[in-house]
């Protein structure tokens, strides 16, 4: 038997990381705090603070200050629990409100001043994908499962088996929006829970055939609200098995709910009262999927979006990053010519391992970014060979980019529509990510990249020299090369006019 102290010896000698996920939903802001040890996630501790972000939405879609403040002033308290964490161990995603709010920028920019992480808004299919993952990480059921999510301003539906998503779809549906839209005066009658049950079916009417038909073995049920409705099921009939919801159990509900009269009248004991003003809401909503979806009975699982997104840092800490397995997909969907996209990828991130020092672009992501646009920047050529860079940006930006959110998928758009001709700074948006400056010399070594594969034949270019410092880049070619080239040299003075458009000076030699 190995000495204990050995033992302990070879524990504390592993390799761990802690890492923080932080989901600021339309209802709450949730932390999860975990470390990683050995490819596995260990919770470590969780933070709740409530929002309701979504009842500062108004009908222009946009955000209250008063609900921008109350989300500012939860940040900062949050801020204190992440002092001392490196920026890539925490990851803060944003889903319904900031997605649909107009002004969101408003918020990201107060939210900078007093929190020093990036806040990613993704888009509804990507919170239904990292919801499904979070799930699939912690269920062990078997066959196809169908995942529902009632969050505060949207609801996800997602049909999976193992770690595969098979359907994904996000529903503008939630407790919050729900109780602002049917139950805004806090009366609870029979008429309002049947107008927020049908519209609940109204919104279901876009996927409800194709899901019936793909089908589920299981039905499992996550976040807040369905964690409420299910502590309440449990109480109405001892003999309910644990954990479980069934549609009988949510009319009892409602019914009860409707004889209180009112919100403030509500004595469910087993919710916190905080959960009590949206209860109803959410009971008329998942009253309307289980009458659309024939839903029998539902398991709840405490596992969620933050989950999911704690397991894929974990992946992407251990170089299994999703985004990769994306781009390569959509490279073999769209037939993409390899070879040449594989000499622009080369290219480009050689050019970038020269520059990245002086020019100050250093990391990973915008690595990555740079890698990806050089790979995916020819996918519009099935659509058209004119304006390729325009058809590409188009289905870049349409796409359903799994792994991506909304900055980087419309960064990823920006650096291909712009990969080539005329530069329109104008139309390069402002990122909350990505440093403006950064983002013009991303562009410039695609653009450069794709100009010295433009023969799209291996070794035309001969090897060179790269050098960057503030906003230059001096490309330096064998003796007497380039007067061999003149088309090639004309090329390059067309492009130094390009860049010039974007404040940088293209040399060459």
Known sequence: MPDVSEVFDNIESRPTTQVAALDLGSNSFHLVVARIVADNVQILHRIKQKVRLANGL??????????????????KVIAESLKGF??????IVATYTLRKAKNAKEFIRAAKKVFPYPIEVISGIEEARLIYSGVAHTNQDTGQRLVVDIGGGSTEFIIGEGFDAK?????????VSYTKRFFSGGELTRQAFKKATT????????IDDKYLKTGWQTCIGTSGTIKAIVLLAQSLDESNPEGFVALDDLEILRNQCIDAGHIENLQFEQITPDRRPVLAAGIAVLIGVFKSLKILTMEYSPAALREGVLYEMEEQLSHRDIRERTAQSLATRYDVDTEQAKRVHNTALSIYDQCRKGWKIGGQENNNMLGWAA?????GLQINTRG???HSAYIIQNVDLHGFNQEQQSLLSILIRFHRKKVRPEEIPEFWQFDA????KLLALLRISVLLNIKRQDDIIPEFDVDASE?????TFPPHWLEQKPIFMADLSREQQYLNALGLELKFA
Do not use: W, Y
């Open 199 to 206: 519209a609940a079916q109204q919104e279901l009417e876009l």
């Open 375 to 379: 790979l995916l920047h020819e996918i």
């Open 167 to 175: 359907l994904l779809r996000s529903l503008q549906m939630g407790c």
């Open 86 to 91: 490196e920026p890539d161990t925490v990851r």
């Open 437 to 440: 400056q950064v983002v013009f």
């Open 471 to 475: 906003n230059k880049i001096v490309l």
């Open 58 to 75: 108004d009908q222009h879609n946009i955000l209250s200050q008063e609900a921008i403040d109350r989300g500012i002033d939860t940040l």
């Open 388 to 390: 390729v860079q325009r």
